[in-house]
């Protein structure tokens, strides 16, 4: 999706060429249902252009519009330009003999072939009402649309519309937002920043905020969506470029150097979240080739919360000088991910996840508008999560800090949740104690257990008093263990600069 704020950008002067692209985050994985994928991209068109079969589309138009032949254009022309512009970046560039081998299959543009019925298409066009786009799209503008349950992709167009046309000086029209889209069924990520973290490869991306790329919200092809398409089509085919060497971007001023389609300075380690956090992936990467994989499940047996300041020796760090791994004091090994602005800090023990930490910015609109900081451990056989978020761009202690226990076990409403002012008062909070029936639960099976045979003995006392007692006495005791809690989580926030 793409657009959302289209108005602002338009206006805005377009940025010196950079290279930032990024092929979809699910672009090397398996479809659903199958256990491995043949090949990276076959979920995406690319990888059938590149067998030589033409893309087969369905073009779905609103009741009242007549414009079919316009639309069909619109498309076809959508895919040639993707091809035949990256071969037109790369003369520019001057590179033709470095990308002789797929010169011809850019040149050559993309055969597009309209078919009646859906089950015949690779890719179905819905050209619908301005007014209704976002409807289909959650607010956009434009969509592409697919999943699993939906193997059919979907792109979701408006038609043109005279008034949006004057109004944005010509850069919202159907063949402008189309070609975006059409990007995104090649296999190709986003590359705004609200959008581009949620979808792009960990690996097959670049990290560079310069904006002029189509997958952006420019409306032709620049050298880094040329860089996006070549490093596409060698993924696909399992193609290394430039050998161990690799080759630099087509952007004049960028110094990313790709090998094996993956930006030398990315990885060497991506660390993603399975199982809503119980478990970990760790995949450690060398120029490009995964070297290893582990999934790692978080020790849901761990004694404590992770709320000490552990230093850590670095092994490790990447060309920024951030760590890439690392030993903690307390014996544990440490790894580090980074993708876009999201970081990751996995920590193990005997192969065991004893904490992980992610670090990560909130998007409101299209604005960078809190940070998240959140820890997953283990706790009592289930798992917890302790975190916080704050304001993005300030350093006092305002924010909003949270625990949750048993995340994996039950609703995800939190245990505690406090708000901080800027000076670190606490100015809300919602805590939910310990009922009295967890307290009589436990305290009536501990009584069953250790005096079975006495309450006829005791039947004189007045009924059930001593159990009463017990079970208050309990009750306190949880409330306290409650009530430290809170204490040492309220010291932690305070202590955090994130
Ligand atoms: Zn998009």
């Known amino acids: 999706m793409k657009w959302m704020f289209v108005l602002v950008l338009a206006l805005s002067p377009l940025y010196a060429a950079a290279a930032p692209w990024g092929a979809v985050a699910?672009?090397?994985?398996?479809?659903?249902?199958?256990?491995?994928?043949?090949?990276?991209?076959?979920?995406?068109?690319?990888?059938?252009?590149?067998?030589?079969?033409?893309?087969?589309?369905?073009?779905?138009?609103?009741?009242?519009?007549?414009?079919?032949q316009s639309y069909?254009?619109?498309?076809?022309?959508?895919?040639?330009?993707?091809?035949?512009?990256?071969?037109?970046?790369?003369?520019?560039?001057?590179?033709?003999?470095?990308?002789?081998?797929?010169?011809?299959?850019?040149?050559?543009?993309?055969?597009?072939?309209?078919?009646?019925?859906?089950?015949?298409?690779?890719?179905?066009?819905?050209?619908?009402?301005?007014?209704?786009?976002?409807?289909?799209?959650?607010g956009a503008a434009g969509c592409y649309i697919h999943s699993d349950q939906f193997p059919l992709p979907q792109i979701v167009l408006p038609q043109d519309n005279i008034f949006w046309r004057v109004v944005s000086l010509g850069e919202i029209k159907t063949a402008n937002i189309g070609l975006h889209e059409i990007g995104h069924s090649l296999g190709l990520s986003d590359q705004y920043e609200r959008a581009r973290s949620l979808n792009s490869h960990p690996l097959y991306s670049t990290e560079e905020t310069y904006k002029n790329s189509v997958m952006y919200n420019a409306t032709s092809l620049?050298?880094?969506?040329?860089?996006?398409?070549?490093?596409?089509?060698?993924?696909?085919?399992?193609?290394?470029?430039?050998?161990?060497?690799?080759?630099?971007?087509?952007?004049?001023?960028?110094?990313?150097?790709?090998?094996?389609?993956?930006?030398l300075t990315k990885g060497p380690y991506v660390i993603t979240a399975l199982d809503?956090?119980?478990?970990?992936?760790?995949?450690?990467?060398?120029?490009?080739?995964?070297?290893?994989?582990?999934?790692?499940?978080?020790?849901?047996?761990?004694k404590s919360m992770p709320l000490e300041d552990i230093s850590e020796t670095v092994f490790r760090r990447d060309s920024a000088g951030r760590p890439l791994s690392a030993k903690s004091s307390e014996g544990e090994e440490v790894y580090y991910s980074y993708v876009y602005d999201r970081k990751v800090r996995l920590a193990v023990r005997n192969g065991e996840v004893t904490n992980a930490t992610v670090w990560q910015p909130v998007y409101k609109k299209n604005k960078r508008n809190e940070k998240l900081f959140s820890v997953y451990f283990g706790e009592g056989g289930g798992l917890s999560v302790i975190g916080y978020t704050r304001p993005y761009s300030s350093?006092?202690?305002?924010?909003?800090?949270?625990?949750?226990?048993?995340?994996?076990?039950?609703?995800?409403?939190?245990?505690?949740?406090?708000?901080?002012?800027?000076?670190?008062?606490?100015?809300?909070?919602?805590?939910?104690?310990?009922?009295?029936?967890?307290?009589?639960?436990?305290?009536?099976?501990?009584?069953?257990?250790?005096?079975?045979?006495?309450?006829?003995?005791?039947?004189?006392?007045?009924?059930?008093?001593?159990?009463?007692?017990?079970?208050?006495?309990?009750?306190?005791?949880?409330?306290?263990e409650r009530e430290k809690k809170i204490e040492d989580l309220v010291e932690w926030y305070l202590r955090q600069s994130y």
């Not at 696909?236 to 930006?263: H, M, N, Q």
């Not at 992936?281 to 047996?301: H, I, M, P, T, W």
């Not at 009536?444 to 009924?463: E, K």
């Open 26 to 68: 699910n672009y090397t994985e398996p479809k659903a249902g199958q256990t491995s994928a043949k090949r990276p991209g076959e979920r995406y068109l690319i990888a059938q252009i590149l067998d030589g079969r033409p893309i087969r589309a369905k073009l779905t138009l609103a009741k009242d519009s007549t414009k079919y």
């Open 395 to 480: 350093k006092g202690k305002k924010g909003t800090m949270i625990y949750i226990g048993g995340l994996d076990k039950r609703e995800k409403s939190a245990d505690v949740s406090l708000e901080f002012d800027a000076k670190g008062n606490i100015i809300k909070s919602e805590i939910v104690w310990p009922s009295s029936d967890q307290a009589r639960t436990t305290t009536d099976s501990a009584i069953g257990q250790t005096t079975p045979a006495t309450s006829a003995t005791r039947a004189s006392s007045p009924a059930g008093m001593e159990s009463k007692i017990r079970r208050s006495l309990r009750h306190s005791a949880l409330v306290k």
């Open 72 to 138: 069909e254009k619109i498309i076809s022309q959508g895919y040639n330009r993707w091809f035949q512009e990256t071969a037109q970046q790369i003369r520019a560039a001057g590179r033709e003999k470095e990308f002789a081998d797929i010169l011809p299959l850019l040149e050559k543009g993309v055969p597009v072939r309209f078919v009646g019925e859906v089950d015949e298409a690779d890719i179905e066009f819905l050209i619908v009402p301005f007014k209704e786009v976002g409807e289909y799209c959650r």
């Open 276 to 302: 809503q956090g119980k478990k970990w992936r760790l995949e450690a990467f060398d120029k490009g080739s995964k070297k290893a994989e582990y999934v790692l499940a978080v020790n849901l047996y761990s």
């Open 222 to 263: 620049s050298c880094d969506d040329a860089d996006g398409i070549i490093n596409l089509i060698d993924l696909t085919r399992g193609f290394s470029r430039g050998g161990e060497l690799g080759w630099r971007s087509l952007c004049k001023k960028s110094d990313v150097v790709y090998v094996r389609s993956a930006p």
